[in-house]
């Protein structure tokens, strides 16, 4: 009697707990074999597959722009996904659960740092192969990548410490024209700046240097707004980082020098996929430290109650400076990141518009959450590259998008949550002996 | 010598006198009762001496140092701690992560360990949450400890802010209204932990409260404050049978 009542309940909740405990028992490390499986696949047998189901080349992103493009592709396009993605990752991540899971326990009593490392770099690689197949997937993935950073930053201003920046773009524009200044001041045979002053093989090494420049450039500018928001909160800041926005902004058009409003072009090929990779995990890193720690939970006080805070021993002050000028460091970095992407920067490329795109990852995704950062900066951004054919109905469907999270969700997608790299990285097999 | 020392403080909001002429002597181990109607400044009294409003007039000393000009949080961590009368709890934090962060300025490691995640910062982490977890113990409390602290019941929330400032190390701690919305038997646990944190830390204590019962119960002094300015000063005993005070308390009776 039990034993049927307890079938019967299996069958009642059906797919959903068959699903779960297909997932469960697999470590990430497994799921990261699984998508090196898959990049292999399409590597080496993709050009093949999609000629043979009479796809014009690869999907590209998932096969959006395909179908979306010409939908009598449809059923290719689905079938092509099926063999490259949906079949070897099912197959790797299953008949390799129990060796993946004997790595992830090797991994676990291994320290943290070398088990980031292994998984970080299994990660890398298929990305790198993934990106390799297409110029256009790259780029996408990269300015994925750069506005992570972006996200991250302004969630610790907006979301950790709960006030509400608007100055993200002025910072970012900072960063991005620090370090082009600087590279193509050294590294560049430019009409700007004239012939480069270094050799450029030294370029690539002294690139995070100019990233460093453009950070703590943007943070100078944060001392800006630092200092009025120790009085004001809320409505007031907004306004006051606005403005600023618009400073920062109307400055770079009438400065001769850095090319006005028609900007400067032609940086060196410094943001490269691995450059970008890197400065992204320690941008992810620092901050997840930070947040994790004594230190950093004084944000949270600060927002959740200042005179609580202040009266518990907490320099309330200094949290807010150091907390403003830590969030736009990274945002100048990205942007640093971001010119020598395009390798090419103009002041209108941080208006209002990138403040929007800005906001609305960070709300998407969650508030103080490093999660919900990752997972709000990758869905906009994927999903707005994706949508790209539908041109002007884009902007209807995303902004819906954000109104229905809004309205379910109202802190985002994966709020208030502490991102654990060890218990993300946790083999999972004990779950299956239960 | 006394520990914490107020002279002639007087404070002025806008036209408003809100406190006048008001002087205390706290010596180490007492504990002093502060009591009056309500709107008679006593908050005021609090938030002055701990640094939230600057008085007007006045010195305040804590331990030899003067505590004029000085933030809220450089008196906190001076060894004033305190709690608030409408509990000033942090929404998003949990109780365990309410009293590290009251060790903020204990924390031994700057802000590039916390940055890096160095062996300082991870060993300081440590000791902390040993720390609190102690604290939440002495406080009867440490079962709650992973919980949000504003989703536990009343009493449990006064126990975890009396922790919390308890985490501050202080040498006088300040209780405004410790017992506000407590059943009775809320109400004699509370006389019990406070006679239990002043034996075992060493703590002068300095409190507000309405209830008469708990404060002949446990002070040793009572100051009566009414408008701004205390009436009377004393033993629980001369307190009780003050005639200034019982009028303050329960209105003067006419005899015809």
């Given at each position: 009697?039990?034993?049927?009542?307890?079938?019967?309940?299996?069958?009642?909740?059906?797919?959903?707990?068959?699903?779960?405990?297909?997932?469960?028992?697999?470590?990430?490390?497994?799921?990261?074999?699984?998508?090196?499986?898959?990049?292999?696949?399409?590597?080496?047998?993709?050009?093949?597959?999609?000629?043979?189901?009479?796809?014009?080349?690869?999907?590209?992103?998932?096969?959006?722009?395909?179908?979306?493009?010409?939908?009598?592709?449809?059923?290719?396009?689905?079938?092509?996904?099926?063999?490259?993605?949906?079949?070897?990752?099912?197959?790797?991540?299953?008949?390799?659960?129990?060796?993946?899971?004997?790595?992830?326990?090797?991994?676990?009593?291994?320290?943290?740092?070398?088990?980031?490392?292994?998984?970080?770099?299994?990660?890398?690689?298929?990305?790198?192969?993934?990106?390799?197949?297409?110029?256009?997937?790259?780029?996408?993935?990269?300015?994925?990548?750069?506005?992570?950073?972006?996200?991250?930053?302004?969630?610790?201003?907006?979301?950790?410490?709960?006030?509400?920046?608007?100055?993200?773009?002025?910072?970012?524009?900072?960063?991005?024209?620090?370090?082009?200044?600087?590279?193509?001041?050294?590294?560049?045979?430019?009409?700007?700046?004239?012939?480069?002053?270094?050799?450029?093989?030294?370029?690539?090494?002294?690139?995070?240097?100019?990233?460093?420049?453009?950070?703590?450039?943007?943070?100078?500018?944060?001392?800006?707004?630092?200092?009025?928001?120790?009085?004001?909160?809320?409505d007031y800041l907004a306004i006051i980082s606005l403005a600023f926005l618009f400073i920062v902004k109307s400055v770079i058009e009438n400065l001769e020098f850095v090319g006005g409003p028609r900007g400067m072009s032609s940086q060196p090929h410094y943001s490269t996929l691995p450059m970008v990779f890197i400065v992204m995990v320690l941008c992810i890193w620092i901050i997840n430290n930070f947040v994790r720690s004594t230190m950093g939970k004084a944000l949270n006080a600060v927002r959740d109650n200042e005179l609580a805070a202040e009266a518990m021993t907490v320099n309330t002050r200094k949290t807010k400076i150091i907390t403003f000028m830590f969030g736009a460091f990274w945002a100048g970095v990205a942007g640093g990141l971001f010119a020598h992407v395009l390798r090419y920067v103009n002041p209108g490329s941080f208006g209002i518009q990138r403040l929007a795109e800005i906001l609305a990852m960070v709300y998407f995704g969650g508030l103080n959450s490093v999660t919900g950062s990752i997972v709000g900066a990758v869905s906009i951004n994927v999903l707005s590259e994706a949508l790209r054919p539908l041109e002007i109905y884009k902007w209807i469907i995303i902004p819906l998008l954000l109104i229905l999270v809004m309205l379910f969700r109202p802190t985002g997608l994966i709020a208030f949550t502490e991102f654990k790299p060890k218990e993300l990285m946790k083999p999972k097999e004990k779950m299956v002996g239960e | 010598m006394a520990l914490l020392r107020v002279d002639n403080m007087t404070h002025y909001f806008g036209g408003l006198r809100a406190v006048h002429n008001y002087n205390l002597v706290l010596e180490p181990g007492h504990i002093v009762g502060l009591i009056g109607p309500n709107g008679a400044g006593k908050t005021t009294i609090f938030n002055l001496i701990s640094g939230i409003h600057t008085p007007t007039e006045g010195n305040i000393e804590l331990n030899g140092n003067n505590l004029i000009g000085h933030h809220p949080h450089e008196i906190a961590s001076m060894g004033l701690g305190r709690t608030f009368q409408n509990l000033l709890l942090w929404r998003h934090m949990t109780v365990i992560e309410h009293v590290k962060m009251a060790c903020y300025s204990q924390l031994e490691y700057g802000i590039w360990g916390a940055f890096f995640g160095s062996r300082l910062c991870h060993s300081e982490e440590k000791r902390l949450t040993a720390k609190a977890m102690h604290l939440l113990e002495t406080f009867d409390v440490d079962h709650f400890s992973s919980q949000l602290a504003v989703s536990l019941p009343y009493g449990a929330q006064r126990r975890v802010e009396m922790a919390r400032a308890m985490a501050t190390n202080p040498k006088v701690l300040f209780l405004d209204e410790p017992t506000a919305g407590m059943t009775p038997d809320e109400l004699n646990r509370m006389i019990a932990i406070i006679r239990k944190i002043h034996q075992d830390f060493d703590v002068a204590i300095f409190l507000i409260e309405h209830r008469l019962k708990f404060v002949m119960e446990l002070c040793e002094r009572i100051q009566t404050l009414v408008f701004g300015e205390v009436i009377a000063e004393g033993s629980p005993e001369e307190i009780k049978n003050n005639p200034q005070v019982i009028e303050a308390y329960l209105g003067r009776e006419d005899i015809h």
């Amino acid at each position: 009697m039990d034993s049927q009542e307890h079938t019967s309940q299996q069958r009642e909740k059906g797919f959903k707990t068959r699903l779960q405990g297909f997932i469960a028992p697999i470590p990430l490390i497994g799921w990261l074999l699984g998508f090196l499986g898959a990049v292999l696949v399409e590597y080496f047998l993709g050009d093949l597959l999609s000629y043979y189901l009479g796809l014009p080349k690869i999907p590209v992103l998932f096969g959006f722009l395909t179908v979306l493009k010409k939908p009598l592709l449809i059923p290719g396009t689905i079938v092509y996904l099926i063999l490259v993605y949906a079949l070897p990752i099912l197959f790797i991540v299953k008949f390799l659960q129990k060796p993946a899971n004997r790595l992830a326990a090797y991994l676990d009593k291994r320290r943290v740092s070398v088990a980031s490392l292994v998984h970080l770099s299994l990660f890398y690689g298929s990305l790198h192969l993934w990106a390799d197949m297409s110029d256009y997937r790259l780029l996408v993935i990269k300015l994925t990548m750069i506005a992570i950073m972006l996200t991250l930053s302004i969630n610790v201003i907006n979301g950790y410490m709960g006030e509400f920046s608007c100055s993200h773009p002025g910072f970012m524009a900072l960063g991005a024209y620090t370090a082009s200044t600087l590279t193509l001041l050294f590294f560049a045979n430019d009409k700007q700046f004239g012939d480069a002053l270094l050799p450029g093989y030294l370029g690539p090494y002294f690139f995070p240097l100019a990233l460093i420049a453009g950070g703590i450039a943007a943070a100078l500018g944060a001392l800006v707004i630092a200092i009025p928001s120790f009085r004001t909160r809320g409505d007031y800041l907004a306004i006051i980082s606005l403005a600023f926005l618009f400073i920062v902004k109307s400055v770079i058009e009438n400065l001769e020098f850095v090319g006005g409003p028609r900007g400067m072009s032609s940086q060196p090929h410094y943001s490269t996929l691995p450059m970008v990779f890197i400065v992204m995990v320690l941008c992810i890193w620092i901050i997840n430290n930070f947040v994790r720690s004594t230190m950093g939970k004084a944000l949270n006080a600060v927002r959740d109650n200042e005179l609580a805070a202040e009266a518990m021993t907490v320099n309330t002050r200094k949290t807010k400076i150091i907390t403003f000028m830590f969030g736009a460091f990274w945002a100048g970095v990205a942007g640093g990141l971001f010119a020598h992407v395009l390798r090419y920067v103009n002041p209108g490329s941080f208006g209002i518009q990138r403040l929007a795109e800005i906001l609305a990852m960070v709300y998407f995704g969650g508030l103080n959450s490093v999660t919900g950062s990752i997972v709000g900066a990758v869905s906009i951004n994927v999903l707005s590259e994706a949508l790209r054919p539908l041109e002007i109905y884009k902007w209807i469907i995303i902004p819906l998008l954000l109104i229905l999270v809004m309205l379910f969700r109202p802190t985002g997608l994966i709020a208030f949550t502490e991102f654990k790299p060890k218990e993300l990285m946790k083999p999972k097999e004990k779950m299956v002996g239960e | 010598m006394a520990l914490l020392r107020v002279d002639n403080m007087t404070h002025y909001f806008g036209g408003l006198r809100a406190v006048h002429n008001y002087n205390l002597v706290l010596e180490p181990g007492h504990i002093v009762g502060l009591i009056g109607p309500n709107g008679a400044g006593k908050t005021t009294i609090f938030n002055l001496i701990s640094g939230i409003h600057t008085p007007t007039e006045g010195n305040i000393e804590l331990n030899g140092n003067n505590l004029i000009g000085h933030h809220p949080h450089e008196i906190a961590s001076m060894g004033l701690g305190r709690t608030f009368q409408n509990l000033l709890l942090w929404r998003h934090m949990t109780v365990i992560e309410h009293v590290k962060m009251a060790c903020y300025s204990q924390l031994e490691y700057g802000i590039w360990g916390a940055f890096f995640g160095s062996r300082l910062c991870h060993s300081e982490e440590k000791r902390l949450t040993a720390k609190a977890m102690h604290l939440l113990e002495t406080f009867d409390v440490d079962h709650f400890s992973s919980q949000l602290a504003v989703s536990l019941p009343y009493g449990a929330q006064r126990r975890v802010e009396m922790a919390r400032a308890m985490a501050t190390n202080p040498k006088v701690l300040f209780l405004d209204e410790p017992t506000a919305g407590m059943t009775p038997d809320e109400l004699n646990r509370m006389i019990a932990i406070i006679r239990k944190i002043h034996q075992d830390f060493d703590v002068a204590i300095f409190l507000i409260e309405h209830r008469l019962k708990f404060v002949m119960e446990l002070c040793e002094r009572i100051q009566t404050l009414v408008f701004g300015e205390v009436i009377a000063e004393g033993s629980p005993e001369e307190i009780k049978n003050n005639p200034q005070v019982i009028e303050a308390y329960l209105g003067r009776e006419d005899i015809h």
